[in-house]
């Protein structure tokens, strides 16, 4: 069957129904294993889970056609160079590649009766998505301000987060997991990150005091409801994303700042606005990992209903 040859136009970014439902043309059909299916689509409101940075779950819903409905089992990114079809962490190119399309790969429980040409409709699970676009939204709030708390633990200068403040969380992040209505991330404090200047002294005794900053202002960003927008250069899966979002002036750590916008580079999905998180609770917690000190920040969201 033949493979795209352009990346697969994606529609979750964009508010309002249509990230999630919408109609789509398939434009491939492939066996995947020895009970499941890949359907490539023109385009789809579907979020796939990206084995690059694979923080954000992926999407769950259906792929319907006149006759027969198919729950989705997976969605994940994929590759082609138009000979062959890679997916997940078979994709053997990055973002960007010469020749190659970015596509999202739906996978269904074989058999189904889909065939290329095939006007479907992909819809996806709208409380599941809201948790995580929760947890996402959340989870950028939370490295500011967990950059602002730790601002003063700088000895050298370095690289600068949206807001303008050291930036810890690029720095340290070893892993980050959006679960519904919230998010894990862990941080090593290894020897790399001392010698660019991040001191750990003291760091177990001022863990209240920072989560105390942290929790306080990601609780005065919620109280405003700014809104929050995915600013794209394109509408294709590889073109570049960024969450934005206009921060009135509320303490930042241990020093208020004055308002800024922030925009961070990301693939994944948000809330409108602010005020949907509801009330955040934070925790942090020190530990190791093979012999490295680690710093787990756990961040939870009530979350008002979609």
């Known amino acids: ?21 919408a109609h789509a043309i398939v434009l491939h059909v492939q066996p995947h294993g020895d009970d499941r299916e890949l359907v490539l689509l023109d385009r789809t409101p579907a979020h796939p889970v990206d084995r690059a940075w694979p923080d954000q779950g992926p999407d769950l819903g259906t792929i319907s056609t006149d006759e027969a409905e198919s729950p989705l089992l997976d969605v994940v990114v994929g590759a082609t160079d138009g000979t062959s079809l890679f997916v997940g962490d078979e994709v053997p190119v990055r973002r960007g590649a010469e020749g190659w399309a970015l596509v999202v790969a739906h996978v269904l429980q074989a058999p189904t009766r889909i065939a290329v040409g095939d006007d479907v409709v992909v819809s996806v699970d709208p409380a599941r998505r809201h948790g995580l ?101 394109g509408d294709g899966l590889g073109d570049p994303r960024y969450w934005v979002c206009d921060l009135p002036a509320v303490a930042r750590g241990p020093v208020a700042g004055p308002a800024a916008s922030a925009r961070i580079a990301c693939g994944g999905t ?17 530990g190791e990992d093979d012999g490295t000190p680690t710093l787990t920040m756990r961040c939870t969201a009530t979350a008002r209903p979609a």
């Not at 994606?10 to 249509?18: I, K, M, N, S």
């Not at 948000?270 to 020190?286: C, N, R």
């Open 1 to 21: 069957m033949p493979l795209p040859s352009a990346d697969t136009s994606v529609l979750y970014p964009t508010a309002g129904p249509g990230s999630l439902r």
């Open 133 to 233: 676009s929760v947890g996402h939204t959340l989870c950028h709030l939370a490295s500011l301000a967990l950059n602002a708390a730790f601002a003063a633990r700088w000895s050298k200068p370095a690289r600068e987060d949206a807001l303008g403040r050291p930036d810890f969380d690029h720095e340290a992040i070893q892993s980050s997991t959006i679960v519904p209505n919230g998010s894990v991330d862990v941080f090593r404090l290894n020897k790399s990150l001392r010698r660019k200047g991040f001191g750990t002294d003291g760091l177990a005794e001022s863990l209240a005091a920072a989560t105390e900053s942290v929790t306080a202002a990601l609780r005065g960003w919620i109280a405003t409801d700014a809104p929050v927008r995915i600013e794209r250069d």
């Open 270 to 286: 948000h809330v409108a606005s602010l005020g949907e998180l509801g009330t955040a609770s934070v925790s942090l917690g020190l």
